[in-house]
């Protein structure tokens, strides 16, 4: 029987690359995000590729829509063997331009979304006494990056979440880990939400990242699609993708110089 993976947010970037990367290796597949006809698309290369796929549309903030997706799985395939927990949304903005309605909407998905699909398919990890568990996070959940409080807080909630997750579930069979991607020249942009005090401040933010995203330092989708594949067949607790990993590094061992540098770079507004 093919192994099975769940990858959420699969219609584009990342998680697209992952979902591709894991049906030339074999997997079928069971993806989701919102937009249909995307998810649909991804879906009928992985067909192409031979193998099966389950391609449903979902908000991952929606809790009843995920466990109904675990359970078709389950049902569908009798296994499933890898959750990648990827869909995500990014944020750029002043705390003070942050709205209650922002954070909520960065919570439920960034970190509620990974949480339900865990809390869907843990009994099923338990009773085979195995399962991999990837959550997608980012530098900005290993670094505090100034004016993206909401995202990075969302993030570092998903580093603590899988290392404490990890510990709990590695003598159980089920292995976690967390893939870090830096700067990726993905999609991001698209659904990006960018707040500042007025539109032309916020058009800036918007520039430099994309311009971030583009310079040569990005990485792209597919070098955090090997990283997660390569955590799969070789769990490890935590793997750094791309350009941050120095100073996510410098960031653990000398946080006060880091931090330092990073407040430097709230003159320029964004990082
Ligand atoms: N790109 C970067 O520079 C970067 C850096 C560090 C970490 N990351 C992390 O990498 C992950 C993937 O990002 P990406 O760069 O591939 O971004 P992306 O191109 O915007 O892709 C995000 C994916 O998530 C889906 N999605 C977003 N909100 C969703 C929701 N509520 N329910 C279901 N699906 C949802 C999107 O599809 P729909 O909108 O159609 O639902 C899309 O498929 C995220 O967790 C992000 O935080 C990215």
Same mark, same amino acid.
């Given at each position: 029987?093919?192994?099975?993976?769940?990858?959420?947010?699969?219609?584009?970037?990342?998680?697209?690359?992952?979902?591709l990367?894991f049906a030339k290796?074999?997997?079928?597949?069971?993806?989701?995000?919102?937009?249909?006809?995307?998810?649909?698309?991804?879906?009928?290369?992985i067909?192409?590729s031979?193998r099966?796929?389950?391609?449903?549309?979902?908000?991952?903030?929606?809790?009843?829509? $995920?466990? #109904? !997706?675990?359970?078709?799985? *389950? =049902? @569908?395939?009798?296994?499933?063997?890898?959750? /990648?927990?990827?869909? &995500?949304?990014?944020?750029?903005?002043?705390?003070?331009?942050?709205?209650?309605?922002?954070?909520?909407?960065?919570?439920?998905?960034?970190?509620?979304?990974?949480?339900?699909? $865990?809390? #869907? !398919?843990?009994?099923?990890? *338990? =009773? @085979?006494?195995?399962?991999?568990?990837?959550? /997608?996070?980012?530098? &900005?959940?290993?670094?505090?990056?100034?004016?993206?409080?909401?995202?990075?807080?969302?993030?570092?909630?998903?580093?603590?979440?899988?290392?404490?997750?990890?510990?709990?579930?590695?003598?159980?069979?089920?292995?976690?880990?967390?893939?870090?991607?830096?700067?990726?020249?993905?999609?991001?942009?698209?659904?990006?939400?960018?707040?500042?005090?007025?539109?032309?401040?916020?058009?800036?933010?918007?520039?430099?990242?994309?311009?971030?995203?583009?310079?040569?330092?990005?990485?792209?989708?597919?070098?955090?699609?090997?990283?997660?594949?390569?955590?799969?067949?070789?769990?490890?607790?935590?793997?750094?993708?791309?350009?941050?990993?120095?100073?996510?590094?410098?960031?653990?061992?000398?946080?006060?110089?880091?931090?330092?540098?990073?407040?430097?770079?709230?003159?320029?507004?964004?990082?």
């Amino acid at each position: 029987m093919s192994p099975t993976a769940f990858i959420t947010g699969a219609s584009q970037g990342i998680g697209k690359a992952t979902a591709l990367l894991f049906a030339k290796n074999g997997y079928d597949l069971i993806i989701t995000a919102r937009t249909k006809d995307k998810l649909e698309a991804v879906a009928e290369e992985i067909r192409s590729s031979g193998r099966q796929v389950i391609a449903i549309t979902a908000d991952t903030s929606n809790r009843s829509a $995920i466990e #109904a !997706l675990v359970n078709l799985g *389950i =049902e @569908r395939f009798s296994q499933i063997d890898v959750l /990648v927990n990827n869909a &995500g949304v990014c944020m750029s903005a002043p705390m003070a331009e942050t709205t209650i309605e922002d954070w909520e909407r960065i919570i439920d998905v960034n970190l509620w979304g990974y949480i339900y699909t $865990i809390n #869907a !398919l843990l009994p099923h990890f *338990i =009773e @085979r006494k195995q399962g991999n568990i990837i959550n /997608v996070g980012s530098f &900005g959940g290993k670094v505090p990056l100034p004016k993206m409080t909401a995202y990075c807080t969302s993030k570092f909630a998903i580093a603590g979440l899988t290392e404490t997750l990890r510990l709990e579930l590695e003598p159980q069979g089920i292995h976690v880990s967390g893939v870090h991607p830096s700067v990726t020249n993905s999609d991001f942009m698209e659904r990006a939400i960018f707040r500042d005090r007025d539109s032309q401040e916020e058009e800036n933010r918007r520039k430099s990242m994309q311009q971030m995203l583009t310079s040569p330092l990005a990485s792209q989708p597919e070098d955090v699609a090997k990283a997660i594949l390569d955590a799969v067949k070789h769990p490890q607790a935590e793997v750094m993708v791309g350009s941050a990993k120095v100073p996510a590094f410098l960031n653990r061992l000398f946080p006060g110089i880091t931090q330092g540098m990073m407040q430097l770079t709230t003159k320029s507004s964004l990082v």
